[in-house]
Nanobody, 126 residues
């Protein structure tokens, strides 16, 4: 049974940092791409960052490139998203997703992702 559990969200001021974690079970990093999506109030869910199956290929949305870093700890079966220089526009619910599709389906709201966590809320204040 696949389970994805996000943590690490919270409230920080603009310019601050947060690290999100996604503990995964039932998925193999060698066969599943892992991604972070986010959904702001009133907006469609969008991909933020993704890492390909087997660690091949990394994707970042243009809005976060240079500020966010996606990484994996295969021993802990955990996906991370280090978020620096946070902006008001980063406020959203952040979700971890997994997909066996290739390439990793990061376009659109993530309908190609097979599994989702329940999300962790990130709130940025001025």
């Amino acid at each position: 049974q696949v389970q994805l559990v996000e943590s690490g969200g919270g409230s920080v001021q603009a310019g601050g940092s947060l690290r999100l974690s996604c503990e995964a079970s039932g998925v193999s990093y060698s066969t599943y791409c892992m991604a972070w999506f986010r959904q702001a109030p009133g907006k469609e869910r969008e991909a933020v960052a993704a890492i390909g199956a087997g660690g091949g290929g990394v994707y970042y949305a243009a809005s976060v490139r240079g500020r966010f870093t996606i990484s994996q700890d295969h021993v802990k079966n955990t996906l991370y998203l280090q978020m620096n220089s946070l902006k008001l526009g980063d406020t959203a619910m952040y979700y971890c997703g997994a997909s066996a599709s290739r390439p990793c389906p990061v376009t659109g709201p993530g309908s190609g992702m097979a599994y989702w966590g329940k999300g962790t809320l990130v709130t940025i204040s001025s």
